[in-house]
């Protein structure tokens, strides 16, 4: 940590992602199967083109929720709870490309960027491995 | 004696009148000024009069309001020093009624109304209250939005004193998990 901002450290971060991963566990499958079984139950029968639809809408919910969260207010759901927050070293808000990047890097290379949170135990500002590449820390609000 | 030059004599009839004349001229002009003496002493006389009417008059006002003024502080003496007295006297004699009736009757009676008194109000009462009064009250506490405002004040602190508590929890946790790393590094570079 350095000077007045507090920045959160790897329990906060990865518990404020437990949140969201459980909240997109609830709504992804819900828009993947729910439209197609709306559809179904109306008609009798789902065509492929809608359930295709679907499932691709559902898998970039994810993404667009974590750049949306992150390019409008820096905080996702997860992040409201722990009272966290994504920004540029300098304080400011993320732009929108930063978070689209941000979260697409995060949701292709999940793994990677699990394994990256292990930088924040030792470096100054905890940033992980995808802050020190994307130019982001994530400050905490007490 | 033929030479003997004759004297004049004036007439004593003639000076005798001027003489009174003149005594009469004195005594007029003297009881002019004694009647001008005489008036301005009745001034004077009647002024110092005046005057002495109206000191008069007021030593009696000032001794007239002077007496009122004691009377009314008297009386009202004597008013305190009653209530006082009447105060003492009734919590006195709200004492005794405490200590030697209301007591006894509070005692005699409790007995009769637990076992029988209230069981019968209540089991007659609850009915209505529960058809009649009741519903009524909780319309009128969810319709009130001062209490719908209390509740949601409430429920926003507690949310806000949960969601605080979990930040200060996790942040506690990231500087425990940090500590023990740094141990852990530090013993292994010491190893």
Known sequence: MTGATAYAGIVTRLSALTVDALALAAVVPLVGTGVPALWSAATGDTPGWL?????????FVPPVYFALCWWGTGQTLGGLLFGTAVRRPDGARLSALRAVARAFAGLAAAPVWLAGMAVTLWDPRRRALHDRLLGTVVQRRL | MTGTPRTTRTPRTTRTPRAVAAAVGFAAQGSEVAVELAGEAARLAAAQARSAADRGDRV??????????????????AARKFATAVSAALDAAAGWTEQAVARRVAQDMAPYLIDTLVPQVVDGVMPHIRTAVVPVIIEDLTADERVRAMVAQQSRGMLAAAGGELRRVSADADERVESA???????????
């Open chain 2, 60 to 77: 009696l006002d000032q001794l007239w309001a002077y007496s009122a003024e004691r009377v009314n502080a008297a009386r009202a003496q």
């Open chain 1, 51 to 59: 359930r295709a639809g679907a499932q691709l809408v559902a898998a």
């Open chain 2, 181 to 191: 790393v740094r141990r852990a590094l530090h013993r292994r570079n010491g190893d």
